[in-house]
C-alpha cells in the first residue's frame, strides 16, 4: 500500500508536530506562533505495511473573525492532490463546543472535493477523555468522516494507530 495524504486545519492545531511524529524527524518547524509554516513540506513514512507521503500545508496567520482566504486555497488546493486527508482539530478551550468558522468554511470546501476525510482530533492530552464524545459527535454532524482519530502528537499518543488507519483506506 502506498498514497499521498494532506494534513489540513487551522494554525497551530499540530499539523507540523504531527509530521514531525510521523516521520521521527524534525521536518516541519513547530512553534506556538501561527504562520511558522510557510511552504509545503513533504515527509514519507516508509514501514513494511506500506509507504505514506504526507504534505504539510502552510498555516498562515488569521485575523480574529475574518477568513483567510489564502489558508482555505492552500488547503483545498492540497486536498486535490492527494488520496485522503486528515482534517485536523484541536479541542475547544473552555467550556464552549463549537466548530469554528474557520474550520465550518474549510469543511464545506472539503466536501465538494470528495476525498476520503479523516478527523484527527490532537492534542487530547490537554482535555479530560469525557469531552472527547460531544466534539466528535459536533464534527460528525458537520462532515461525513471516514472515521475519526483522537492522538496527542507531541506525547506520540495514537501517532501508530493513524498510520495503520492512513494505511488502511490506501
Ligand atoms: P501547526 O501550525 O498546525 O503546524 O502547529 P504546530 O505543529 O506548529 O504546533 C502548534 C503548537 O501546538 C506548538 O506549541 C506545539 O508544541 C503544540 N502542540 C502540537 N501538538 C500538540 C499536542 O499533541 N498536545 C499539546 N498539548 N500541544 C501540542
Ligand atoms: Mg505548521
Redesign the pocket.
Known amino acids: 500500500r502506498a498514497g499521498f495524504a494532506a494534513l489540513i486545519?487551522r494554525?497551530?492545531?499540530?499539523?507540523?508536530?504531527?509530521l514531525n511524529a510521523l516521520t521521527g524527524e524534525k521536518i516541519?518547524?513547530?512553534?506556538?506562533k501561527?504562520q511558522?509554516?510557510r511552504n509545503r513540506i513533504l515527509g514519507v513514512v516508509t514501514r513494511p505495511e506500506g509507504q505514506v507521503a504526507f504534505i504539510?500545508t502552510p498555516?498562515i496567520h488569521q485575523a480574529k473573525g475574518e477568513l483567510n482566504r489564502y489558508m482555505v486555497e492552500a488547503a483545498i488546493s492540497a486536498a486535490e492532490e492527494v488520496d485522503l486527508v486528515l482534517f485536523?482539530i484541536e479541542p475547544p478551550q473552555g467550556e464552549t463546543l463549537d466548530v469554528t468558522p474557520g474550520n465550518r468554511a474549510i469543511l464545506e470546501r472539503l466536501e465538494k472535493v470528495g476525498k476520503p476525510t479523516f478527523l484527527v482530533i490532537?492534542?487530547i492530552?490537554?482535555i479530560p477523555k469525557a469531552k472527547l464524545l460531544p466534539l466528535i459527535a459536533l464534527y460528525g454532524q458537520e462532515f461525513p468522516f471516514a472515521e475519526v482519530v483522537p492522538?496527542?502528537?507531541?506525547?506520540k499518543d495514537g501517532v501508530d494507530h493513524l498510520f495503520q488507519v492512513v494505511l488502511g483506506h490506501l
Open positions: 486545519g494554525p497551530n492545531v499540530g499539523k507540523s508536530t504531527l516541519a518547524i513547530v512553534s506556538p501561527p511558522t509554516t504539510d498555516g485536523l490532537n492534542k492530552d490537554s492522538i496527542s502528537a507531541r506525547e
